[in-house]
């Protein structure tokens, strides 16, 4: 499989792409969503517990 069809699979899935084309959900490829969703729930826990560390910190100073 060649880096072209990925790149292009991910533009497919990519949010911006979906809002432009009305919430038609283009993505069909169920691994490359899990991965994008995966990685969005990563980010989303490491700032909740970055910004829960800093909130401590500043309690304590």
Do not use: W
């Not at 995966?38 to 700032?47: E, G, N, R």
């Amino acid at each position: 499989e060649s880096i072209g069809i990925y790149f292009y699979r991910i533009k497919i899935c990519s949010p911006t792409f979906f809002f432009k084309n009305r919430f038609h959900f283009f993505c069909h490829d169920r691994a490359t969503m899990q991965k994008f969703f995966f990685l969005l729930l990563t980010t989303v826990k490491i700032v909740i517990y970055y910004y829960y560390y800093y909130f401590l910190n500043s309690f304590k100073n």
